[in-house]
């Protein structure tokens, strides 16, 4: 099993990136996807999530408006687009595998940082 997060980098705020996060090893159709952050000296937090079929979506208050989670089943990836990024966004981003949108992973990616600073 593998879970392979892309995209990150440095982006000034305002900014936009959009994050990948490759499966294999499993069947990726069946499980939710969900998005976590963790910044320095902080527990990770959960940002995003979307069901197995991708039809029903939930996010953080504090990416309302900003990110959106979305994933191709026949790819094998679920995304997360990030606009107008902040500096309080600043993490290493890792994707989780769940077998329900509100459950723990039962699968994790190593993670991407992103960085968001002028």
């Known amino acids: 099993v593998q879970l392979v997060e892309s995209g990150g980098g440095l982006v000034q705020p305002g900014g936009s990136l959009r994050l990948s996060c490759a499966a294999s090893?499993?069947?990726?159709?069946?499980?939710?996807m969900r998005w976590y952050r963790q910044a320095p000296g902080k527990e990770r937090e959960w940002v995003a999530a979307?069901?197995?079929?991708?039809?029903?979506?939930n996010l953080e208050d504090s990416v309302k408006g900003r990110f959106t989670i979305s994933r191709d089943n026949a790819k094998n990836t679920v995304y997360l687009q990030m606009n107008s990024l902040k500096p309080e966004d600043t993490a290493v981003y890792y994707c989780?595998?769940?077998?329900?949108?509100?459950?723990?992973?039962?699968?994790w990616g190593q993670g991407t940082q992103v960085t968001v600073s002028s």
């Open positions: 989780g595998a769940a077998l329900r949108i509100w459950a723990l992973p039962t699968y």
């Open positions: 090893g499993f069947t990726f159709s069946t499980y939710a």
């Open positions: 979307i069901t197995s079929a991708g039809d029903s979506t």
